[in-house]
């Protein structure tokens, strides 16, 4: 019996001393079961609006601008080469259209329409004499008065009717390099285009 109860005082202390063990390690310290400070905001985040540049650019379009100072010379200029003709000057070029809706014109040259009412379309050398004439009318205009940096185009109607007409357009820079000084059907022919 003796071994007995050794036995059972040894079991029991065995017990104790693991149960205390395993407390001591198990055991939360402070350190752990104290919460963590709680984390204050002093000051409130600055709000901050999303820089949109504002667009300085401007979209083109092209252009045209009538131009009635030149158009009454011009118009009056051939007039007196037949009462029957008409003459309009347009400057050609871009409208830069800002982000609110203005817009500013810039002139890259100054066309020219002339109209002439025939009742014949054959009649070509009569067109081209009459072509040399307005073209020399044209080139005749200072420089100053033209629109843009560039040359542009006299453009001729000849009409007999709203169905039957010819066409011709002649650059101006084109007529003072190749064909001044050309007249009648050649001139005429110079500058037309094939149907």
């Not at 079961?33 to 901050?48: G, L």
């Amino acid at each position: 019996m003796k071994h007995k109860r050794n036995l059972l005082i040894g079991l029991t202390l065995t017990a104790a001393a693991t149960f205390v063990a395993l407390q001591n390690v198990s055991a939360p310290t402070q350190e752990e079961t104290a919460s963590p400070p709680p984390i204050t905001i002093t000051a409130e985040p600055e709000q901050v609006e999303p820089e949109t540049p504002a667009w300085q650019g401007c979209a083109y379009n092209w252009a045209y601008q009538a131009l009635p100072e030149l158009t009454e010379k011009l118009d009056a200029a051939v007039k007196e080469l037949d009462s029957r003709a008409s003459a309009q000057a347009t400057a050609f070029g871009e409208d830069c259209i800002q982000a609110d809706g203005s817009a500013t014109f810039g002139a890259m040259q100054t066309d020219f329409t002339v109209r002439l009412p025939a009742d014949d379309l054959t009649t070509e050398e009569a067109f081209g004499n009459w072509m040399a004439q307005v073209m020399e009318i044209v080139v005749q205009i200072p420089r100053e008065e033209l629109q843009g940096p560039n040359y542009g185009f006299v453009e001729f109607w000849f009409e007999k009717n709203t169905a039957e007409f010819h066409i011709l357009r002649i650059p101006i820079q084109q007529y003072l390099n190749e064909a001044q000084g050309k007249t009648g059907e050649e001139l005429f022919k110079y500058f037309q285009t094939a149907p």
